[in-house]
């Protein structure tokens, strides 16, 4: 072999010249080497590699510095990264294909149903399962004190030139009434209202009249025991329905009505309840203010609830309740829901007789001349006798 001298540039150089057959120099195995070991030629790194793979190593593999491996390496480490996060991309977008068009052949009951898997129906506990039975219930103090409503009396009261009006909207709105629970108590006409004691808000007078020679006058104004007001009764076992047929009634919500005079309303609750069927009288005291409340229940209230009870047919103080103006509706007072005769922070009082004359025999007891002196020094009271009478009679 000729030996030719060369500049060697790089290990491609030298192994270009080796396999044309030339020979290498002795000083290049001192000059070019990788990590201190010497050039081999291509048969030793086919040798190397083993059968089956094809390819070879070249000297410029072998020459390049471990930074540019390093770089390398990092290089092919994220491609197939995206190529894997690529990969698991299109399994995910398969995947939801997939359930997608199984979401649309299912039908809508198994489409919403959960995707883990439950327990059959029959397997499953009750969420409350019923304690044993010991003779022992802590809820029914509650329930004895939580005793339904027994209802409402709504008092309507009206001038007497509008009875026909009203008689005339009671055949409107009767159905509505029996529907909600209601009755129609009666009307107390203007001759059946009849003013015990007091009676400022109930006395009114007549009207102007022209005497000639322009000479004007008022009326003749009613006795002390006679009013112009008529009163409506009605019996409701909800405040809620009572005031939701009051405020939507075609004729009664009418703040004019009967025309050209109004209509007062006062919600008054029971304290019990009343076969208001039977009782066709009612007694409604007022009293606005009481000096010694514990001396007028020990000398006034507490002796004619039992003499009314014991000696005279009647249902005595049906209602006792105070006008105090409140929202709240668990509060048992008095709902002023259109007008007031009736003084604020004032007691009512109402009780049932079975007769005006049965009123009037309680009333002239000797008795109760004794209780009323005791009455009268602490309170100056309102007392009103009204007599109901059918309003389909009328």
């Known amino acids: ?7 060697w540039n790089s290990a491609y150089d030298y192994e270009k010249y080796e396999q044309e057959g030339y020979k290498t120099p002795a000083s290049f195995s001192t000059k070019r080497t990788l990590n201190n070991q010497a050039p081999r030629t291509a ?5 190397e590699r083993g059968p089956g793979k094809k390819g070879t190593q070249s000297l410029r593999e072998q020459s390049r510095s471990p930074d540019d491996k390093l770089e390398e390496s990092t290089d092919r480490d994220a491609e197939e990264s995206t190529d894997r996060d690529a990969d698991m991309s299109n399994d995910r977008q398969k995947e939801e294909q997939l359930y997608y068009q199984q979401q649309q052949q299912q039908s809508p009951r198994q489409q919403y149903a959960p995707r883990y898997p439950q327990e059959p129906i029959r397997r499953r506990r009750n969420e409350y399962e019923q304690p044993p039975d010991i003779g022992y219930d802590p809820y029914a103090a509650e329930q004895q004190n939580s005793k339904p409503h027994p209802g409402w009396i709504l008092l309507l009261r009206f001038h007497r030139d509008g009875i026909a009006q009203v008689k005339r909207a009671l055949l409107m709105c009767q159905k509505h009434i029996e529907q909600d629970m209601g009755r129609i108590m009666g009307i107390a006409l203007s001759y059946g209202v009849r003013i015990r004691e007091g009676g400022d808000a109930w006395v009114t007078f007549g009207r102007m009249r022209h005497f000639g020679g322009g000479n004007w006058d008022v009326q003749q104004s009613p006795t002390q025991d006679e009013t112009n007001y008529c009163v409506l009764a009605i019996y409701y ?5 009572a005031i939701q047929w009051f405020d939507r009634d075609s004729m009664f919500k009418q703040k004019d009505f009967p025309t050209p005079y109004t209509t007062d309303c006062i919600a008054l609750p029971l304290n019990s309840s009343v076969d208001t069927k039977f009782s066709k009288t009612l007694v409604l005291t007022e009293y606005p203010r009481i000096s010694h409340p514990e001396y007028f229940r020990d000398k006034f209230s507490i002796p004619t609830e039992d003499m009314m009870r014991t000696r005279f047919r009647s249902t005595p103080y049906v209602v006792k309740a105070t006008s105090i103006p409140i929202d709240d509706p668990r509060q048992r007072v008095a709902r002023h829901l259109r007008g007031c005769w009736i003084k604020r922070n004032s007691i009512i009082t109402v009780s049932m007789f079975d007769s005006m004359s049965e009123a009037h025999r309680y009333f002239t007891d ?6 009323k002196e005791c009455q009268d020094r602490v309170s ?3 007392t009103v006798i009204m007599d109901l009478e059918d309003w389909r009679n009328l």
């Not at 000797?366 to 209780?371: D, L, S």
């Open 1 to 7: 072999m000729e030996d030719k001298p060369k500049l």
């Open 43 to 47: 048969q030793a790194h086919a040798a």
């Open 237 to 241: 076992p909800s405040l809620t329905r």
């Open 380 to 382: 100056a009271p309102t």
């Open 366 to 371: 000797p008795e109760y001349y004794k209780c």
